[in-house]
C-alpha cells in the first residue's frame, strides 16, 4: 500500500522547549494508525502541525518535512488542511456555540440553490437550509444518533458534541486523512464502541485515519499499526497483533504504573447531603425526581449512560442550570444554588469542561490555584486591617502551589506559567489543586480522568481517596470510567433516565453493573 | 439559559420568560412612545408620516449596523467615516458641477470606492484590536471626523482647485457650512407616493429600504453569512473550521462602511440640505440606539431588530421634544429631551441585553 502521509525529520519547539524532536513517521492509505503518550509527549503537537494550527506558525513554525499523497506540503492555516483533505476532530471540541448541530455539520459545504450559484457564485449562493438539515441527521443517523439538529451546539451536553464534532468529518466526501484526537474520551465504553465500528468501516473504504487515544484496549483492537511518542521522541512502534497492552504503557512512562485502589470498608456514618426529589434542568443530560443519600465520609461512585444525567448533578450545585426539589446539607436545607454559598458551606464541584469552566485559561498556575480560595475564603491575604485593600500574600502562596506542584507532578517550566500552555492532564492536575486549596467537606468531581494518560490517571485518582482518607472529605465522582469508580468507590450509584437506578457496591459484576445501566432489573 | 422544552405554563413563570427576553427593550419603548404621544398632542397621522420618513432616511444606516453585530465586532460607530467617505465624494461632484443622473452616479462611485478603501483600512486597525472594537470605531469615527473638516476647512482652495464659487466661504478657502442640494432634494423620495387620507406612503423608497433589508438577510445565509456567524460565535473555533477569520472581519467592515455611504445619501437627499461639518455626526448614535431599541443586542441582531427598532426609536424620538414641552413648559427642555432618549436608549438596551447574554 501507497504512504499516504510521510514525515521526516520534523522538529518544533516552543520558545526554547523543545515539543517534538526527529520525528519520521508515515502513515499508509487505509490505516488506522494509532499514536500513544503520555500527557505532554507531543501528541497534540503532531495533530496541530499537520492540521495547521494558528498556534504553531505564531509560535516560529516547524522544521522537517511532510509530504502528502508524495507532494511536499508546509500548512499555513486550517483552510489550507481542510481543502487538501485533512479532516480533524478536537478533543477540546471546534463547534461554533450559537450555530445550531445542522449548520454545524455542514459549516463549509453548505447545500445552497442552483439558481443563485449561477447568479452570485457559490460563496454568494442561498443556503438550502432544509437540505442542510436533512444532510446532517442523516449523518447523525449513520452514527445511530437522533437528534433535533436545529437545537444550537451550546444547549448541548458534552457527548453529543463529540458525536456531531464527528459527523462534520464523516460528512465530507473529500475526505483522505482523518486525524481523530482522544475522540472516544468523553464517550462511556458502549458508545465508543459504537464509534469505533463506523471508524473500522471507514478505513476499509480507503479512509487513512490516525487515532490518539488514552484507552490502551482500543488502540490494541481498531489500529493496523501503533507508535509511541514520550517527550517529544518517538520510542516505538508495533504492528496490529505484535504487542500488549503493557508494552504501550511502559513504554509511554518509561516505567510501570501502579494503579490505584481503596480498600474496601463499609460506610453507614450519618448523612452529609441527601437529595429528595432533584431536578437539574441541564438539556440533553437532565435529572429528573431523583433521590439520593450521601454519608460523610465515603467515596460514591455515579455512573449513567451518555445522556442519562451523571453530568447534571454538578452543574446543578454550580448554579448553572435551574434545579427544583429538596436538597438537606449537614442536616441544613440549602436555599439557593450558587457557587459561592456553596464554595463557603464547603461544597466544591470540579466540572468536566475543564477550559470552559475550569480554569482561568490566561492566567498562571499559581493564580488559578489560589483563586477561589483567595477570592471567597480570603485564604492568602496579607491583612492591613481593611478587608478590602488586602494584599496576596506571595510568599504563602507560592509555597502553597510549589508544595501542590510537587506533590502533583505537575508538568510546567514554573508556577508562573500560563495555564494554556499545559497539556490537558496537567490543566485537570491544576482544577484538583485548586479544589484541594479550598478543603472542601463534599466534592463533586465530574469526569475526574477525562483526556488524561494512565500515569496522571493513577495520580489523580490515589490523590482523591488520600484526600478523602485524611481529611475526611466526601466525594461523589461522576464518570463513565467503571473500572475507575469500582476500584475507589465505596459505593456507586447507577442512574437510568435521570433517576437513581439502583446502588451497586463495587464488587459487583460487571453483568449486574451492564444490567442496571440499561435500566434492567434482573434476577 | 433558555431551555427547549421548559414549556410549562404558569404566570410568573410566562413573565420571567419575558422580562428575559429581547422583547423587552421593544415594549418598554412602545409603552413610552404610547405615552410621550399622549401628552405630545400630535395627530396620529403626523407621527406616521413623520415616521414613515425617518424610516427611509435612517433605515439604510441602521441595516448598516447589523452584520458586524453578527460577526461579533459589536456595534460598528465607524459607520460616520462611511457617511463621510459619501459626503466628500458628494462635495467633489458638486465642486465639479457634474449634474443630473451623471451627478448622482459619479456620487455614488467615488463615494463607494471611497468607503471600501476606508473600510479596507478600519477593517486592518479591527483585527489589531479583537475583543475592543467597539471602542476603537468611536475613536476610528472622531479621528476621521478631524481629518474630514481639516480637509474641508483648509484644504479647499489651498490644494484643492475650487470651480463652484457657491459651496465656498468668502474668504476663498473652505467650503460653506451649509451646501443646498437644491438639484438633489427628494429626488426619489416622493416617487411612487401614495395618499390615503393625511397619511403619505412613499412607496419606492420603502422598496429600496426593504431591498436593502432582504439584501442583508440574503448576505447572512449564504456560505459567506455562515462564517460571519462562526466568527461571531467564536474566533478560534472558526478558525480551526477552516475560515479565515482576518479576512472575513474586513469583508464584513467594507460591507458595512459602504451600506452606510448609502445610507448617508438617502439621509441627504431626503432631507435637502446639506451640513458640511456636522450632518454625519450623530449617524451613528441615533442609529445604534434604533437598532438596540428593536431588541437587538452588541452580540446579536436580526433584521426586523432594525426595522422595529427605527419605528420604535423614532416615534419616541419625534414625540418626545413636544411630549417634555407640554409637560414642563419649556420650549429648551425639549431637545435636551432628544439627546437624553437617544444616549438613554443605548445605556438601557446595552444594560438589559447584556443581561440576557449572561443567562
Known sequence: ?523 | MRIKDGTDGGIINRVNRFVDSEHLVPAVFLVLSFFAWQFSGFSGAFVFNQVLTRFIRDGVLVLSLIIPVVAGMGLNFAITVGAMAIQTALLLVINFQVEGATGILSVIFLGVLLSVALGFAIGHVLNRVKGKEMITTIIIGFLFNSIYQLIFLVGFGTFIPVFNQEIILSRGIGVRNTVDLGMYRNTIDKLWLLKIGAWEFPIFMILVVLFFAAGIYYLLNTRFGHEVKAIGSNNEKAEVSGINVNLIRIKVIILSTVLAAFGQLFYLQNIGMFDVYTAHLNADVISCAALLAGGASIKSAKIRHGILGIFLFHTLFIVSPQAGQNLFNNAALGEYFRSFVAYGTIAFALIINIKNENK
Open chain 1, 1 to 523: 500500500m501507497k504512504n499516504i502521509l510521510e514525515i521526516k525529520k520534523l522538529s518544533k519547539s516552543y520558545s526554547g522547549n523543545p515539543a517534538l524532536t526527529n520525528i519520521n513517521l508515515a502513515i499508509k492509505e487505509g490505516e488506522i494508525h494509532g499514536i500513544v503518550g503520555a500527557n505532554g509527549s507531543g501528541k497534540s503537537t503532531l495533530m496541530n502541525i499537520l492540521f495547521g494550527s494558528p498556534v504553531i506558525q505564531e509560535t516560529g513554525g516547524y522544521e522537517g518535512e511532510i509530504f502528502f499523497q508524495g507532494k511536499k506540503i508546509n500548512i499555513k492555516s486550517c483552510s489550507e488542511a481542510i481543502r487538501m483533505g485533512i479532516g480533524m476532530v478536537h478533543q477540546e471540541f471546534a463547534l461554533i456555540p450559537d450555530m445550531t448541530a445542522g449548520e454545524n455539520i455542514k459549516l463549509g459545504r453548505e447545500r445552497t440553490y442552483k439558481f443563485t450559484d449561477r447568479l452570485f457564485g457559490r460563496r454568494y449562493s442561498f443556503i438550502n437550509k432544509k437540505q442542510d438539515y436533512e444532510d446532517a441527521a442523516k449523518i447523525l443517523r449513520k452514527l445511530n444518533m437522533n437528534l433535533d439538529v436545529s437545537i444550537k451546539i451550546m444547549n448541548l451536553s458534552t457527548n453529543i458534541k463529540q458525536f456531531i464534532e464527528l459527523a462534520r468529518e464523516i460528512g465530507r466526501q473529500d475526505l483522505k486523512l482523518l486525524l481523530l484526537d482522544e475522540p472516544t474520551a468523553v464517550l462511556n465504553k458502549k458508545d465508543g464502541l459504537e464509534l469505533i465500528n463506523i471508524l473500522q468501516e471507514m478505513a476499509r473504504g480507503g479512509l487513512s485515519i490516525i487515532f490518539i487515544s488514552h484507552r490502551l484496549e482500543e488502540v490494541q483492537q481498531i489500529c493496523d499499526r501503533v507508535t509511541v511518542f514520550r517527550d517529544g521522541k518517538l520510542v516505538s512502534q508495533y504492528q496490529k497483533g505484535k504487542f500488549s497492552i503493557n508494552n504501550l504503557a511502559g513504554d509511554m512512562i518509561g516505567h510501570l504504573v501502579s494503579k490505584a485502589a481503596a480498600e474496601k470498608r463499609e460506610i453507614k456514618g450519618r448523612p452529609i447531603i441527601s437529595l429528595k426529589r432533584f431536578h437539574v434542568k441541564m438539556p440533553g443530560e437532565e435529572i429528573k425526581d431523583m433521590d439520593l443519600t450521601v454519608f460523610k465520609g465515603e467515596i460514591l461512585g455515579l455512573t449513567s449512560l451518555s445522556g442519562h444525567g451523571k453530568l447534571a448533578l454538578g452543574y446543578g450545585f454550580m448554579g448553572l442550570y435551574p434545579v427544583e426539589g429538596e436538597v438537606f446539607y449537614e442536616n441544613q436545607k440549602l436555599t439557593k444554588m450558587e457557587a459561592k454559598t456553596n464554595i463557603i458551606k464547603g461544597i466544591y464541584v470540579l466540572p468536566d469542561d475543564r477550559q470552559g469552566l475550569g480554569l482561568l485559561l490566561e492566567h498562571t498556575i499559581e493564580e488559578n490555584i489560589i483563586f477561589p480560595g483567595n477570592q471567597i475564603k480570603n485564604m492568602f491575604s496579607r491583612s492591613f486591617g481593611l478587608k478590602i485593600l488586602d494584599f496576596i500574600d506571595r510568599k504563602k502562596s507560592l509555597s502553597h502551589v510549589q508544595n501542590l506542584i510537587h506533590d502533583f507532578q505537575i508538568k510546567c517550566t514554573s508556577p508562573k506559567q500560563k495555564v494554556k500552555e499545559l497539556s490537558g492532564g496537567n490543566q485537570q492536575k491544576v482544577c484538583i489543586a485548586r479544589a484541594l486549596t479550598l478543603k472542601p467537606k463534599l466534592l463533586f468531581a465530574t469526569e475526574p480522568t477525562r483526556g488524561v494518560d494512565i500515569a496522571a490517571k493513577e495520580k489523580i485518582l490515589n490523590m482523591l481517596i488520600e484526600i478523602n482518607r485524611t481529611q475526611n472529605t466526601t466525594i461523589i465522582i461522576a464518570s463513565s470510567e467503571l473500572d475507575e469508580l469500582k476500584r475507589i468507590c465505596d459505593r456507586i450509584a447507577v442512574m437510568v433516565e435521570g433517576k437513581v437506578f439502583k446502588i451497586l457496591s463495587p464488587d459487583s459484576s460487571d453483568l449486574e453493573f451492564g444490567l442496571a445501566l440499561s435500566g434492567e432489573e434482573g434476577t
